[in-house]
């Protein structure tokens, strides 16, 4: 444990589940895409809570309630320094970005939203930030359009030109693709986006994890992250908005805390952010939000892209080395964000993740919430090992150690 420590500059023994083995050997963790490993901190932080903190916040005058609402407003505050949104109440705790889309979705989408109207978005996206913006084209008869990608998986100048026009009211893009792990130009598409007097909506679900962001410099109007993507727990999720653009949209759920009075036939609803938090609310993963915060900060978003720039990049110099493994998107390893996405020819990536995961390799293998992007590649599915900073050369060696192993396991030669 020692030399990896003084290696990475990072206490891997934070991490309880990688000191532990899959089918009997080391597990060798590589899908923090779909959630990251949760360190002792947040993990600490959040069993305190439920220890000796718990009770419903904004609701009781007794002191372990106004303690509870201390620690949940608290948590919102630490997210908004975070991404350095301008006011506290722009941040909007939700389950997770899928949440926060659909929350977007039903409160500007179908209301700001008309027939002849056109959102954009790129065709890389996830299914959370695609399928509720093609819900609302359906429903206000408005047009979905595509931002489509160059063979380096990147979405070209004139994309951006051609497709954000005078009609286009919402732009919908992803700052890093889950699938290829590209950072999309996303101050240029939001500047062109306001240009045309769109409001724009950036998911920051695999970048926020790996590098810093400003959605003020960035002007987004909104942004979605989730918690569990970062060493949150699962549960946990923002949504930030210009104050403004929130303060004209309808409440998404209605219930308790979320009211200002209700009569027998009529109500009014609160302030924001309590306007779109409807009901008792995931204090504790609020509260390992903020402790996952502090612990990235802690480590220093510079250290972290070190990490995870060195570690793609090895990784993807030793897939290149062996001939029958594809390797999708950017044809170098600088344009991308702790992801490599990959097939092995004859085999399907299915297969490839179990004969991994039989060494103690996890690895995601399908379509990755992204069957549009898919099909605009001419597949169905890829292999995808996605790194964090708590993994090592050690993990990468590994990793490609076994995927030499797969055909030879299917009786194909090398």
């Known amino acids: 444990?020692?030399?990896?420590?003084?290696?990475?500059?990072?206490?891997?023994?934070?991490?309880?589940?990688?000191?532990?083995?899959?089918?009997?050997?080391?597990?060798?963790?590589?899908?923090?895409?779909?959630?990251?490993?949760?360190?002792?901190?947040?993990?600490?932080?959040?069993?305190?809570?439920?220890?000796?903190?718990?009770?419903?916040?904004?609701?009781?005058?007794?002191?372990?309630?106004?303690?509870?609402?201390?620690m949940y407003e608290g948590a919102r505050e630490t997210t908004r320094a975070f991404i350095h949104a301008e006011h506290v109440e722009e941040i909007i705790f939700t389950r997770n970005a899928t949440e926060s889309l659909n929350l977007l979705a039903y409160s500007y989408g179908m209301h700001f939203i008309n027939k002849g109207d056109e959102i954009v978005i790129s065709i890389a996206e996830h299914h959370s930030n695609l399928i509720p913006w093609q819900q609302v084209a359906k429903a206000r008869g408005a047009t979905l359009k595509y931002l489509y990608l160059d063979e380096n998986g990147r979405i070209p100048q004139s994309e951006i030109e051609e497709k954000i026009t005078a009609k286009t009211k919402l732009v919908g893009i992803t700052h890093v693709s889950n699938v290829l792990g590209t950072v999309n130009p996303v101050k240029e598409i939001i500047a062109k986006a306001h240009h045309v007097g769109a409001v724009a909506v950036v998911d920051l679900a695999q970048s926020i994890p790996h590098f810093p962001i400003d959605v003020q410099d960035m002007d987004a109007d909104f942004a979605v992250f989730s918690g569990h993507k970062m060493l949150s727990a699962m549960g946990i999720g923002v949504l930030y908005g210009k104050r403004e653009l929130l303060d004209k949209m309808p409440p998404f759920l209605f219930g308790g805390d979320m009211i200002e009075y209700v009569y027998e036939q009529e109500a009014s609803f609160a302030p924001l952010p309590a306007k779109f938090e409807a009901g008792t609310q995931n204090v504790g993963g609020a509260v390992g939000l903020a402790a996952a915060i502090k612990y990235i900060q802690n480590i220093g978003y510079d250290h972290i892209r070190e990490i995870d720039s060195r570690l793609v990049h090895y990784a993807f110099i030793r897939l290149r080395e062996l001939p029958y493994v594809t390797i999708y998107g950017d044809g170098g390893a600088g344009n991308r964000c702790g992801v490599i996405s990959f097939n092995i020819k004859d085999v399907h990536p299915h297969d490839v993740a179990s004969i991994l995961d039989a060494d103690g390799v996890a690895i995601r293998a399908g379509h990755h919430c992204a069957q549009p992007l898919?099909?605009?590649?001419?597949?169905?599915?890829?292999?995808?090992?996605?790194?964090?900073?708590y993994n090592t050369r050690e993990d990468v060696d590994t990793f490609v150690d076994s995927v030499k192993k797969v055909r030879g396991v299917l009786g194909f030669g090398a």
């Open 1 to 70: 444990m020692a030399n990896l420590l003084t290696r990475e500059g990072v206490n891997l023994a934070d991490f309880p589940i990688l000191q532990t083995k899959a089918n009997g050997k080391r597990l060798v963790y590589l899908d923090s895409a779909a959630t990251s490993q949760k360190p002792l901190p947040v993990i600490e932080a959040v069993q305190k809570y439920y220890e000796s903190q718990n009770a419903n916040p904004h609701r009781g005058n007794y002191e372990l309630s106004v303690e509870a609402t201390e």
């Open 374 to 389: 898919m099909r605009y590649l001419g597949i169905n599915a890829t292999c995808r090992a996605s790194f964090y900073f």
